[in-house]
């Protein structure tokens, strides 16, 4: 695994107002006229047009909603973004969902994912190293098996053992084994959040 510099988007606050409402915009397609309509992504420029990768979170009262996102760039950064907002909303196994809770008094946040890049490791003490509290999202990969957390998480959890510990059990393997076959990357987060869904909700609906 070669280590290397995070690149994260230059996003900017315009362009991640610009993420918020068209994901509430696809998100009130579904809600009121059950259709699924998806930005055109030649209607924005560069980076919300390229390829990027980004999650989508809903929370209300400090309660999880829904959370889906996206590792890989594969769709342009504002089509994957509206696409997580609908699956965080309706399709996270985890939680009821957005139908179970009033909009009012519910957030979304989008986190922007910068490139993901290998963190140079021979034993779960150098993944340890060389993780950044407070900064790095980690992804690990093991035999078909991945998971990854948000930077947000280190506002939850106080040490790093304890955040690999969640992400190890989060794949479904036992915490603190390592061996050569662990591919463990770092990312990290562009966040812009809206407090109150009803309100961009009202606004992208007129």
């Keep these: 695994m ?6 994260t988007p230059e996003v900017g606050e315009r362009r991640g107002h610009l993420l918020l409402l068209s994901a509430a915009k696809t998100l009130a397609a579904v809600l009121f006229d059950n259709e ?3 930005p055109d992504p030649s209607a924005f420029d560069s980076p919300l047009s390229l390829p990027g990768a980004s999650f989508v979170t809903y929370e209300h009262k400090g309660s999880l909603v829904g959370c889906i996102g996206s590792i890989k760039r594969e769709l342009p950064l504002v089509v994957d973004a509206a696409r997580n907002a609908l699956l965080a909303a309706f399709a996270d196994p985890r939680t009821p969902g957005l139908t179970a809770v009033p909009l009012d008094g519910t957030s979304l946040k989008i986190s922007v994912l910068s490139e993901a890049v290998g963190i140079e490791a021979s034993s779960f003490d150098d993944v340890v190293a060389a993780v950044r509290p407070g900064v790095d999202g980690l992804i690990v990969e093991y035999k078909g098996r991945r998971a990854t957390l948000l930077p947000a998480v280190w506002e939850k959890i106080d040490s790093v053992e304890d955040f690999l510990d969640v ?4 794949a479904g393997l036992q915490p603190r084994y390592f061996d050569t076959g662990f591919v463990v990357s770092r990312y990290e987060t562009t966040e812009f959040c809206e407090p109150d869904l009803s309100r961009l909700i009202r606004r992208v609906a007129l």
Excluded: E, R
Excluded at 2 to 7: C, P, Y
């Design 36 to 38: 699924i309509v998806y």
């Design 167 to 170: 992400l190890w059990k989060k």
């Design 2 to 7: 070669a280590d290397a510099a995070v690149q």
